[in-house]
């Protein structure tokens, strides 16, 4: 099949890649030169695992191509993925200008090639609740009465670190539709998948829509929950580690999403769950339980400033090593990631930070600029440090060398916001360890 993919960004770049890795012929349309030549030139602007090889080898079998051309794009796919930026607005809503921008542009291109054919235009962002019927609306306002389309929510499920994995084997698959003939394109396009085992779920598109936003949220929720379970644990005296594990083997609840921390970031669930708030606000219905995590998360981010506070009494002048900048393992991306939180809180208090990322480090650096000071390793960040952070889970943290730390570091003091490490070991090994909902050791 002939596929256009609208936006390079991270959704789109998996998107198209994956399915070319299927053996479509694949044309993904982006509006910045610089960022189209160099994915011509085969340079992948984001940090997915897998993704190069992948990339690599559909570029080579002239699968995957790319332009800054909408209107060679429309000419070419029989499929149309819209994956546009939805940016969180000032009030909270997915900010849809980029998505009904491209609609738009494409009623003017049916309006200028009425006899190009019968299309499907799928809406892949993550958009609220009728998103869709705006799409559609924008297309026919500017199609001088071209109505051969037919628009389908197809919501992406794609974990960073994993969205290769996710993709090409998905738990599921979910398209909101209402046209037998945009179903059956759909279908086709899907089957590769749906013949390995995994299943397909037509809908509604509101349905569709609803899917994604209150998948995140739950997701979402649950990581607040188990948050507030570790403050409580550490007020009785439990160790949310036994806890976590209990409740984690009762299969109505299942043990993923159940590791607390520092909050939950990136591009997906902060954004999402404050637009289904905002949607429930149109609505007139009190989200009462959303309103909640979002307060739980936003408090968790800076709970380890606190910790540190209470530990140093005054954090001026001391020097704090950082270990993990991206909100999650495996990524570049730190938006809304909690290591930056922390970061600027401590250093709008007097502190010093030197931070090490393995592929988080250049965006930070593009955000913060020299605030901070970046090493070339975990182990350079400690060196003279009054103690070490853990914002970020990455493998290589897991087992470190203990001697050389307290060999490079002022004091012995870890706060550990993912709890990467085993509370007795810290003890054994001579540090100060705080870790969320879990004892502190040598204190």
Request: overall charge neutral; glycine content about 8%.
């Amino acid at each position: 099949m002939k596929i256009t993919v609208v936006g390079t960004g991270y959704v789109g770049l998996v998107t198209g890649t994956c399915l070319a890795e299927t053996g479509n012929d694949v044309l993904c349309i982006d509006i910045d030169k610089a960022k189209v030549e160099k994915l011509k030139n085969k340079v992948i602007p984001i940090f997915e695992p897998g993704l190069d090889v992948l990339f690599a080898r559909n570029i080579k079998e002239n699968r995957l191509n790319f332009s800054t051309s909408l209107e060679e794009g429309f000419k070419h796919g029989e499929i149309l993925f819209l994956a546009l930026p939805t940016p969180q607005d000032e009030d909270g809503s997915a900010d849809l200008k980029y998505i009904l921008g491209v609609a738009g542009n494409i009623g003017d291109l049916y309006s200028k090639f009425p006899d190009e054919g019968y299309k499907v235009v799928v809406d892949k962002s993550t958009v609220p609740v009728g998103t869709s019927e705006k799409v559609k609306a924008e297309i026919l306002s500017r199609s001088n009465g071209v109505t051969s389309f037919d628009v389908v929510s197809n919501p992406e499920f794609l974990r960073e670190g994993y969205a290769v994995e996710d993709f090409m084997k998905p738990e599921r698959v979910v398209v909101g539709v209402s046209s037998d003939k945009a179903r059956k394109l759909m279908h086709e396009l899907y089957q590769p998948f749906v013949m390995q085992g995994n299943p397909i779920y037509m809908m509604d598109e509101r349905s569709a829509e609803m899917t994604k936003y209150a998948a995140n949220a739950f997701l979402a929720l649950k990581i607040s929950f188990m948050n507030e379970i570790a403050n409580l644990c550490e007020k009785v005296g439990a160790n949310v580690d036994n806890v976590r594990i209990g409740i984690g083997s009762d299969s109505r609840i299942g043990k993923r999403f159940l590791f607390p921390g520092i909050g939950y970031g990136g591009s997906c669930f902060p954004k999402d769950v404050s637009a289904l708030n905002k949607t429930a606000e149109e609505y007139n219905y009190d989200f009462r339980i959303l309103k909640s995590v979002m307060s739980v998360n936003k408090i968790q981010k800076t709970v380890i400033v606190q910790r540190i506070k209470d530990h140093f009494g005054s954090v001026s002048g001391k020097t704090f090593a950082v270990w993990g900048l991206a909100f999650k393992p495996n990524t570049d991306d730190i938006r809304d990631a909690p290591a930056l939180e922390i970061i600027q809180a401590l250093l709008a208090e007097g502190a010093k930070i030197q931070a090490y990322d393995p592929e988080g480090m250049p965006n930070v650096k593009a955000r913060l600029g020299e605030k901070i000071t970046y090493t070339e390793s975990n182990y350079g960040a400690l060196q003279d440090a009054d103690a070490l952070i853990v914002a970020t889970e990455w493998n290589e943290f897991r087992r470190p060398d203990y001697t050389v730390m307290k060999r490079l570091m002022k004091t012995p003091v870890i706060f550990d916001g993912r709890n990467v490490y085993d509370v007795q070991q810290m003890m054994d090994n001579g540090f100060t360890y705080y870790s969320i909902g879990r004892p502190v050791s040598g204190k």
